[in-house]
């Protein structure tokens, strides 16, 4: 069974605050999702990490694939009350033939 | 392109009863997946369709099942609520294959068993 841990879990930060979270596995995946969630909506694709080692930045927003690809983070630069949500990765392949959800992390931004 | 679309967005059923839940996926696409959502489980897969055909089928009782029609809708149904299968219920549909691609999701279905 593929497992996703994520941390932490919660998170309560002031706004322009900086912020990381994590997201490990023993399992290597082909490649890794991070999603981020809105009360009553379902989760919304922020970006697609598949090459070992790769980063990748979306404003304010940067995404980390683990050399082995087994693990990922999600940096936040200056957190905006709008950044408040439910994020979520997500990695795909390996033994699983479907995509495997992390706990997720409720990210908390108090203006 | 029209996004991904759930019906209903909410039900109130009692324990017992029986519920059907329903999803258009993204034109075109024909992978279909269905998701529990629950504050202490977290996101948890139920069944993918592909081509009318189930592929995959996650680790939940014979209570639940799916069903995908040739235009590539899907149905999910849960026979004898019990008071634990309050969740949001996720569809997500991608192209091809769910456990390769990106899966877009709907705004999913809140169901409360009382």
């Known amino acids: 069974t593929q497992l996703l841990e994520q941390s932490p879990q919660f998170l309560s930060i002031q706004e322009g605050e900086n912020l990381t979270v994590y997201c490990n596995s023993s399992?290597?995946?082909?490649?890794l999702q991070w999603y981020r969630q809105e009360p009553g909506e379902g989760p919304v694709l922020l970006v697609t990490v598949v090459t070992g080692g790769e980063v990748k930045k979306l404003k304010r927003l940067t995404f980390q694939f683990g050399d082995a690809r087994k693990d990922s983070s999600l940096h936040i630069t200056a957190a905006q009350p709008g950044d408040t949500g439910l994020y979520l990765c997500?990695?795909?392949?390996?033994?699983?033939?479907?995509?495997?959800f992390g706990s997720g992390t409720q990210l908390t931004v108090l203006p | 392109k029209a996004g991904v679309t759930q019906t209903p967005r909410y039900l109130i059923k009692t324990r017992g009863q029986q519920v059907t839940l329903s999803c258009s996926p993204i034109?075109?696409?024909?992978?279909v997946s269905w998701y529990q959502q629950t504050p202490g489980q977290g996101l948890q897969f139920l069944f993918e369709y592909f081509s009318e055909t189930q592929r995959n089928k996650g680790n939940f009782p014979g209570r639940f099942s799916g069903r995908q029609f040739s235009n590539s809708r899907s149905e999910m149904n849960v026979s004898t609520l019990e008071l634990g299968d309050s969740a949001l219920y996720l569809c997500a549909s991608s192209y091809r294959d769910s456990s390769r691609e990106t899966q877009y999701f709907g705004p999913g279905t809140r169901l409360l068993v009382l």
């Open positions: 034109s075109g696409h024909r992978s």
């Open positions: 399992s290597v995946f082909s490649s």
């Open positions: 997500a990695g795909a392949g390996g033994s699983a033939r479907q995509l495997t």
